[in-house]
């Protein structure tokens, strides 16, 4: 019990000390704070020993005309709290209330499904208490009744004019002028200018009167019982039992919200059910506080568990004992519509049998609602099931993938009943966008010339068009492509499930059959539940002749575009169909481009330069660890900076090598003499080029004149490479040459190489490519001799130093 430590008649003192006659009021209320004191309550040493340590202490804050007394819970003699009538210090800005530890209740469910389950209406209380506080500034209502401490403001106008501005006193009187000392205590708000106006009448004539109520006096109220916070709080007198409720911390783990008591002089004076209040808005219970009066929270009556598809999962109180299904799920929020009404599971706890826990089976529909329920039962209630009852579902390539009410007799050309119901909605939008309008780019801000005067930008060239206008015969090409799933016609299948053995069916069919011809072998009958999928080419490999192959013919060709390939189609048989070539046209530099070949390539590069820079870090490590037994200084020095530069330029080879881009060039080896085209099977996306016929030969790398050169008939790569001049960091051993139809011919470097051709020797046709690379080690011949030299000359003078040393110890 939270703030109490003693046994439960400490709450039955504190109720009958609450409701003495008001003669004694005094006396009482320094009996009850001795005795919140002789028990351990506030100001006994507990942790709420100061009002300002209490997380709890947030009180209902009371009108600005008495600010001193806002927010504190006051303290009597002898127990340490402040007078009420001096000034404290202001109440500091109270923390958020740290959620109550589960109860008894909570951990027997969460031992049942492995959670905690949090407690209905609990929640309201960790909200700050001004939430349900009396508006500060508004007026009285008209059934408030005036006591001692309330503002009467006024003036009387007419035949005499006087202002009115009088506190009632501890007696419950004021004093008019002229009239005397009369009693206001007990008259309602609403009827204190009559009150006022008949008084003074015995006075005065022809005048009239307005008044109103200023600042309102504070009461004191107890909180006892199973409350979070228990003790004597000071609140606005215009609050309400609800006010005072979530001003004072509400109930702990095993307090009531259904029965809350307000006691007063010795009888319940209101029976608050907070669940009403808060799932209805029903404040039949909520009553004005008066001075003195007591908050008794219970022990909690019976409680259940609501788990499962309810709008909160939570613990319940129920109202009495018996209470039924309905009357829970009318506190709980109501029953979901997405609630399975055909069965919940309620765990029954029977304390007395053999085994206490035992599992029944209840309907959701109106007699199971009634179903009564006991302290401790769990209730969960589950969704509806997915299932469709009469559903027949169409996915895959179709036009719209949705569910259709099946029917009796039911078959396949019933949810497909033309093509059309095959055309994707992707296909007409991506149609549409071929002729949208992109945002036409910016104009560029003018520039001023030399004179002063204004320079016009050249118009920008960008096209403004976002389809296949835009990038020509490649996108023309992904366009066409793209633009529509073809249809796997020979093969659609049906999923359904046999209720019998619960295993998934396939029924394949051919679509074709089914709705071109209306074949009934294949028009299937369908049953509800079915899943009919239909497949496109990218679902299934089909055969290549029921592929959509689109390849691309451009340059010196009769007809250059995008063409579909014919099931076997060559290069030589597609050449021909598109008009053959033209007369410029250079078939020995025919270049040929595939996508599995780029992606080959692709890999192989990748694999290419993790081999390499293996290789590096392996051989720049074995001659770090050569270089660390070095006697000599200044030549390790030297050698760690030409290891450190040849790393940097390993490293940049490397990085080159990286952003190559494959272009997937498949090498025809034409013969440069009678370039007849080969037999090559032609694949989906292959790129064909037919340059005009060049009349260059490029020459490339370490040479002085990097150059096109041009080309004439018999002339080797020697002879190139004598008019582009080598520099002094070729490397003419490694050099090769890129041939026109895409091969590559270098050194040959088997031990009988001298015996066949060089690639100096060899006879360049038009459109071929000399590569003479850069020498990795720079090092000239003169250079290694001296570094061997200084090394040998190092090694005989050590000897020599030996051979002396010798000679003098012999």
Request: no cysteine; charged share 20%; proline share 8%.
């Amino acid at each position: 019990m939270i703030g109490f430590a003693a046994p439960p008649w400490r709450a039955i003192a504190l109720v009958a000390i609450a409701a003495l006659a008001p003669r004694a009021r005094a006396q009482d209320e320094a009996s009850l704070e001795a005795l919140l004191q002789a028990q351990g309550g506030p100001g006994a040493g507990d942790a709420y020993g100061d009002p300002a340590d209490d997380p709890l202490n947030a009180l209902a804050p009371l009108p600005a005309a008495t600010p001193s007394v806002a927010g504190q819970r006051q303290r009597g003699p002898g127990m340490g709290y402040a007078d009420p009538n001096t000034q404290p210090r202001a109440a500091p800005k109270k923390p958020r209330p740290k959620p109550l530890p589960p109860n008894n209740f909570q951990r027997f469910v969460e031992a049942s499904v492995g959670r905690v389950p949090p407690m209905a209406g609990f929640d309201a209380f960790l909200e700050p208490p001004s939430t349900f506080a009396p508006a500060k500034g508004s007026p009285a209502p008209a059934d408030y009744l005036i006591g001692p401490g309330d503002d009467i403001i006024g003036h009387v106008s007419g035949a005499v004019e006087m202002p009115l501005h009088v506190v009632v006193d501890r007696t419950g009187r004021v004093a008019l002028p002229k009239v005397g000392t009369v009693t206001v205590a007990g008259v309602r708000a609403g009827d204190l200018e009559s009150f006022l106006t008949k008084q003074l009448e015995r006075s005065f004539r022809n005048f009239t009167v307005t008044a109103t109520l200023g600042a309102l006096r504070s009461i004191d109220v107890y909180v006892v019982g199973q409350a979070r916070s228990p003790g004597k709080y000071t609140v606005s007198s215009r609050s309400s039992l609800v006010n005072a409720l979530f001003a004072t911390g509400g109930p702990n783990s095993n307090g009531s919200l259904r029965h809350i008591q307000l006691v007063r002089e010795g009888k319940v004076a209101a029976d608050l059910d907070l669940y009403a209040f808060m799932s209805t808005g029903d404040k039949s219970g909520d009553v004005a506080l008066l001075a003195g009066d007591t908050i008794v929270y219970p022990v909690a009556g019976p409680r259940v568990a609501l788990l499962g598809h309810v709008p909160v999962e939570a613990v319940y109180e129920l109202k009495g004992a018996d209470e039924s299904l309905s009357a829970l799920f009318a506190v709980a929020g109501g029953l979901p519509v997405t609630a399975s009404k055909l069965r919940a599971t309620l765990e029954r706890l029977d304390p007395a049998a053999k085994v206490a826990r035992s599992l029944a089976a209840v309907a959701l529909d109106d007699s199971g609602l009634g179903t009564p329920l006991k302290d401790g039962d769990i209730l969960t209630v589950f969704p509806v099931s997915p299932e469709y009852t009469n559903a027949v579902t169409l996915r895959g390539n179709v036009a719209v993938p949705r569910r259709y009410p099946h029917r009796p007799g039911m078959r396949v050309r019933d949810v497909i009943p033309d093509r059309d119901a095959l055309i994707s909605y992707d296909y007409y939008v991506r149609k549409n966008v071929l002729v949208q309008y992109a945002e036409p780019p910016p104009k560029a801000k003018p520039t001023y010339g030399p004179l002063g005067q204004i320079e016009e930008p050249p118009p920008i060239k960008v096209p403004f068009w976002t389809g296949s206008s835009q990038t020509g015969l490649a996108q023309t090409q992904r366009d066409i492509k793209e633009m529509l799933e073809k249809i796997n016609w020979e093969y659609a299948v049906v999923e359904r499930l046999n209720h019998q053995t619960l295993a998934t069916e396939l029924i394949p069919f051919h679509l074709g059959k089914a709705v071109l011809e209306d074949d009934p072998a294949h028009n299937l009958k369908l049953e509800a539940g079915d899943v009919i999928t239909i497949f496109g080419e990218s679902d299934l490999a089909v055969p290549q002749a029921k592929r959509t192959r689109l390849v691309r013919v451009e340059g010196e060709v009769g007809a250059p575009g995008v063409y579909q390939l014919a099931p076997g189609e060559t290069l030589r048989s597609l050449i021909a169909r598109v008009g053959g070539l033209t007369e410029q046209a250079y078939p020995y530099g025919l270049a040929l481009r595939r996508a599995s070949v780029r992606d080959a390539q692709r890999h192989q590069l990748d694999l290419v330069v993790r081999q390499l820079e293996a290789q590096m870090r392996e051989g720049l490590a074995t001659r770090q660890a050569n270089l660390a037994g070095a006697a000599d200084a200044g030549m390790a020095a030297a050698v760690q900076a030409q290891l450190q530069t040849e790393e940097r330029l390993a490293r940049e080879r490397l990085d080159k090598l990286r952003a190559l881009t494959p272009e997937g060039r498949v090498s025809l080896e034409l013969d440069p003499s009678s370039p007849t085209l080969p037999e090559v099977m032609l694949e989906a996306d292959d790129e064909i080029f037919v340059p005009a016929r060049p009349s260059f030969v490029t020459v490339l790398g370490a040479v002085h004149n990097e150059n096109s050169l041009l080309w004439k008939e018999g002339r080797t790569t020697g002879q190139y490479l004598d008019i582009a001049g080598q520099t002094a960091s070729a490397d003419p051993e490694n050099l090769f040459v890129l041939r026109a139809d895409g091969s590559v011919l270098g050194r040959n470097r088997s031990f009988w190489a001298f015996l066949g051709p060089q690639p100096v020797d060899l006879r360049l046709q038009p459109g071929d490519v000399i590569v003479v690379p850069e020498r990795v080690d720079l090092e000239t011949g003169y250079t290694v001799f001296m570094r061997g030299l200084k090394d040998w000359t190092q090694i005989l003078a050590n000897m020599g130093l030996a051979a002396a040393a010798i000679a003098v110890f012999r």
